[in-house]
């Protein structure tokens, strides 16, 4: 397993189109957290994932996003009746808790830039 | 809202000269990351601080976690070109460590 790997890497898709994102993480990892970027800035939290349990939905988490993890492994994020508004970079991360340390590391996709026009 | 902001927003300097980019919160951490990420790419881990007043160096990079545990800097020793890209500070609290992440520093090293 060489790290988390994200899919499609690149999206454009017309406004009011739904789109399916898909995550995969390190593999032995039972974390995992959906970010999302816009250009310049620091990634926004957006959900998080232990296991197959969505512990944590940010407010930025409109009811048209929906995320899923149904085994406990890949995951998936998906936008219904997109706005150009969502056009930003999604990042997926993974991680497992540290052995003695208050901070486990986050491992980071390369991310899906997402398009709407 | 725990909000972290880093300084300069942009930094542009030429390969050799030495620079500081800063991380700025009114919140207390339990420990704080730094990352770098290029174009196209996610953010990379380069160290992670969880002692007030902690140095770190990674070669020519030395992090410092402010003694409250709400701040922190980046020192960078004779820049690269290769250090290029932009630096991102992210603060962890709760239980399961949800991480904030600061605003960006974007920095060009030019040859």
């Known amino acids: 397993d060489t790290g988390v790997s994200q899919d499609p890497r690149h999206k454009i898709t017309k406004r009011g189109q739904n789109v399916t994102f898909r995550c995969d993480p390190i593999s032995e990892h039972n974390r995992l957290y959906w970010y999302r970027q816009t250009l310049g800035q620091g990634p926004e939290f957006l959900t998080y994932?232990?296991?197959?349990?969505?512990?944590?939905k940010s407010r930025l988490l409109s009811d048209r996003f929906s995320a899923e993890r149904p085994k406990g492994s890949f995951s998936t994020l998906e936008i219904q009746r997109t706005e150009q508004g969502d056009s930003a970079m999604y990042l997926c991360a993974s991680s497992e808790p540290g052995v003695g340390l208050p901070q486990e590391t986050q491992y980071f996709g390369p991310g899906t830039r997402l398009l709407v026009l | 809202t725990q909000l972290l902001e880093q300084s300069p927003q942009f930094l542009s300097i030429q390969e050799g000269e030495n620079l500081t980019v800063y991380c700025n919160s009114s919140s207390v951490f339990s420990s704080l990351q730094w990352y770098r990420q290029e174009p196209g790419e996610g953010p990379v881990l380069l160290v992670t601080v969880v002692t007030g007043g902690e140095v770190k160096k990674l070669k020519r990079l030395t992090f410092q976690f402010g003694d409250a545990r709400k701040d922190s800097s980046l020192h960078i020793t004779a820049a690269q070109t290769g250090d290029t890209g932009l630096y991102l500070c992210?603060?962890?609290?709760?239980?399961?460590?949800?991480?904030?992440f600061g605003t960006g520093t974007k920095l060009q090293v030019i040859p």
């Open positions: 994932f232990q296991n197959e349990a969505q512990l944590e």
């Open positions: 992210a603060g962890a609290t709760g239980g399961y460590q949800k991480v904030t």
